[in-house]
């Protein structure tokens, strides 16, 4: 692990990156993660462009080792956020919902590292035509908005798929998570709920601790009908949600009532009618622990499942 082709392409001591999570990777969370040997993120969501450089100096002043931003392409900003994180030559950009073709000559010629997320091999292996540096594959099992896929299936094809360097997300919250993506192909992986359950984490403590209370089975996913579905933790919003797509409801009416509502759990603490964006791995947490704490309880932790494993066999 510590020599991986992923480790040396991001100058990162662990092939473990922190997930791009909106309202909840903020630079206090990404600057932990790359100080304990992986690469943090900070979710850029729908920041505007002061917003995201106030978070990115921030992140400067809590660590020197690399980090990067997620960019969400269908965001209003996504232009001027590209600029910011050009003028601040940001190491890594992750991206999400959509194509980020267009931003890549500009990026590469500062030296970042591009890595967009995807949910399907077409759309892997198109973009690797684009001159992408890795590939985050995305299984259903994380937290947020979600492809149909799940990650068992999507890596190893998206390994056989593309030629780059292949980050396996969705579900992993431990060294067995690792240990099982590195075995379908993947040279790393994302975590998000993991980290979104850490002392570093800003979120608010309701969030946080609606994580360690969900079980396998707390979280649904709603808005299929829309075309961009989410999974959440299964609240009031959601089966208000769930009402609306029955009685067919159109898309703007069930978009009006998911506006603000992610920040609403995260940022304000309401878990009964916000948004509360997580992972089915969060049936595995069970309390919210320091950062370095839980990057060093996977790895450490590696070998011993490497080792358990070849017992079996």
């Given at each position: 692990?510590?020599?991986?082709?992923?480790?040396?392409?991001?100058?990162?001591?662990?092939?473990?990156?922190?997930g791009?999570?909106?309202?909840?990777?903020?630079?206090?969370?990404?600057?932990?993660?790359?100080?304990?040997?992986?690469?943090?993120?900070?979710?850029?969501?729908?920041?505007?462009?002061?917003?995201?450089?106030?978070?990115?100096?921030?992140?400067?002043?809590?660590?020197?080792?690399?980090?990067?931003?997620?960019?969400?392409?269908?965001?209003?900003?996504?232009?001027?956020?590209?600029?910011?994180?050009?003028?601040?030559r940001?190491?890594?950009?992750?991206?999400?919902?959509?194509?980020?073709?267009?931003?890549?000559?500009?990026?590469?010629?500062?030296?970042?590292?591009?890595?967009?997320?995807?949910?399907?091999?077409?759309?892997?292996?198109?973009?690797?035509?684009?001159?992408?540096?890795?590939?985050?594959?995305?299984?259903?099992?994380?937290?947020?908005?979600?492809?149909?896929?799940?990650?068992?299936?999507?890596?190893?094809?998206?390994a056989?798929?593309?030629?780059?360097?292949?980050?396996?997300?969705?579900?992993?919250?431990?060294?067995?998570?690792?240990?099982?993506?590195?075995?379908?192909?993947?040279?790393?992986?994302?975590?998000?709920?993991?980290?979104?359950?850490?002392?570093?984490?800003?979120?608010?403590?309701?969030?946080?601790?609606?994580?360690?209370?969900?079980?396998?089975?707390?979280?649904?996913?709603?808005?299929?009908?829309?075309?961009?579905?989410?999974?959440?933790?299964?609240?009031?919003?959601?089966?208000?949600?769930?009402?609306?797509?029955?009685?067919?409801?159109?898309?703007?009416?069930?978009?009006?009532?998911?506006?603000?509502?992610?920040?609403?759990?995260?940022?304000?603490?309401?878990?009964?009618y916000?948004?509360?964006?997580?992972?089915?791995i969060?049936?595995?947490?069970?309390?919210?622990?320091?950062?370095?704490?839980?990057?060093?309880?996977i790895?450490?932790?590696?070998?011993?499942?490497?080792?358990?494993?070849t017992?079996?066999?």
């Amino acid at each position: 692990m510590l020599n991986s082709k992923l480790c040396q392409l991001l100058n990162i001591k662990y092939p473990i990156l922190q997930g791009g999570m909106a309202w909840v990777a903020t630079a206090e969370l990404a600057a932990a993660v790359s100080n304990a040997g992986g690469l943090g993120l900070i979710g850029a969501g729908h920041m505007p462009p002061d917003a995201l450089k106030a978070e990115i100096i921030k992140a400067k002043s809590l660590t020197d080792k690399p980090f990067g931003v997620n960019i969400m392409l269908m965001s209003p900003f996504v232009k001027e956020v590209m600029q910011v994180v050009i003028d601040e030559r940001v190491a890594v950009v992750t991206t999400g919902a959509g194509n980020p073709g267009e931003y890549i000559p500009a990026l590469k010629a500062i030296g970042t590292k591009v890595i967009p997320v995807v949910a399907s091999v077409a759309l892997a292996k198109r973009l690797e035509r684009v001159g992408i540096d890795a590939i985050i594959a995305e299984g259903m099992e994380s937290g947020g908005h979600v492809g149909e896929v799940t990650t068992m299936t999507l890596v190893p094809l998206v390994a056989d798929a593309v030629s780059v360097p292949v980050i396996a997300a969705g579900g992993i919250g431990d060294a067995r998570g690792v240990v099982a993506a590195l075995a379908l192909g993947a040279q790393g992986v994302q975590i998000g709920t993991l980290f979104a359950a850490s002392v570093e984490c800003t979120a608010h403590p309701n969030y946080k601790a609606a994580i360690v209370k969900a079980k396998e089975r707390s979280t649904v996913v709603n808005g299929v009908s829309t075309g961009h579905p989410v999974r959440v933790i299964a609240n009031k919003l959601t089966r208000e949600f769930a009402e609306l797509e029955k009685r067919g409801a159109t898309i703007e009416e069930l978009d009006q009532l998911g506006v603000g509502k992610l920040r609403a759990a995260v940022r304000d603490g309401d878990v009964d009618y916000g948004s509360v964006m997580v992972g089915q791995i969060a049936g595995m947490i069970t309390q919210i622990r320091p950062v370095n704490e839980i990057m060093q309880d996977i790895v450490q932790n590696i070998p011993k499942v490497i080792t358990e494993l070849t017992r079996k066999i």
